[in-house]
């Protein structure tokens, strides 16, 4: 579903990459937006009801708060996975590239705490594409940046045979 709501990316300028190899896990999918590099994880979780009451997740930028259980399992692999392709973007582009972790929940409603705005890690509904072309850093990426990083993304995926 992540997939499908991250389409209308772009058309904003942004690129798509789904199911990225890595070592020994995936990426879900990796948003190259016009200022930084969105490494996002997705987790579907059945909701405990009906209703939007049953389907509100809190975010307090530490840990997600479901209607029937707490965790922070999700915002800590984010953060791992974020972590892993900046420093393989690093080895393979040559220079330091700005991978914000995001965490995607489809179907949820999502609501930040007080405190969400000072983590490293994003939570959000994919719907929710202003996330990933607003200005993260003084800086847009530079298109030959972007070739570089596209072009390690690519090299991941196995050989065709």
Known sequence: MTAQLLIPLASKGCQVFHDIPADGFNLDHVVIGPHAVYMVETKSRRKPGKGKQSANVEYDGKALRFPDHVTSKPVDQARHEARWLAEFLRGAA?????????????????N?????????????????????TSKR??????????NRIVYALVQRYPALP
Do not use: C, Q
Request: no cysteine.
């Open 112 to 132: 930040s705490g007080r405190n969400a705005h000072l983590s490293d890690v994003i939570v959000l509904n994919p719907k929710m594409h202003g996330t990933f």
């Open 94 to 110: 040559g220079e330091n590239v700005l991978v914000i972790p995001v965490v995607a929940l489809p179907g949820w409603y999502v």
């Open 137 to 146: 850093s003084d800086t847009p990426l530079s298109d030959s940046l972007r």
